[in-house]
């Protein structure tokens, strides 16, 4: 109990940092007095990997509610994230974040396989991108 509780901590954290560094006024928004920061969610929900995907997502849904219900935190901006089942496939990983961020998605978590090519990508369009487990060290 005490571990889901520091993970659904360390999400909510990274969160808000995260969103802190997306504060900045956008001219596209500035009608708009709420401003939705979109953070994708790439994990694997099929196959054996899909224990992760249910922890981090039931703790993301729990930070994101939580995050949208004090709105001292981020006042004039609200937290959306959006999920897509990779289904363990680096190539549906990397089509997802592209079209993640076609979409206009503000930051990533995942994928849960490896996440070589991913993070190079969010790298190149100068997006955090925080990967939670990585299938890679299996095999080391």
Request: net charge positive; aromatic share 10%; proline share 3%.
């Amino acid at each position: 109990m005490e571990f889901k509780r520091q993970y659904l901590a360390t999400c909510i954290l990274i969160l808000i940092s995260l969103c802190c560094a997306f504060r900045q006024p956008d001219a596209r928004h500035r009608r708009n007095p709420v401003q939705e920061i979109e953070v994708g969610y790439l994990a694997t929900a099929t196959n054996s990997l899909s224990r992760y995907a249910r922890t981090a997502g039931g703790a993301m849904t729990l930070a994101v509610n939580e995050i949208n219900n004090n709105r001292k935190l981020l006042e004039n901006y609200k937290l959306k994230f959006v999920y897509t089942d990779i289904q363990g496939d680096e190539e549906k990983s990397i089509a997802a974040l592209s079209d993640m961020w076609k979409h206009g998605v503000s930051a990533f978590f995942g994928p849960d396989i490896t996440c070589t090519t991913e993070a190079r990508m969010a790298a190149a369009w100068n997006l955090p991108m925080i990967s939670y487990v990585s299938m890679f060290l299996l095999w080391v």
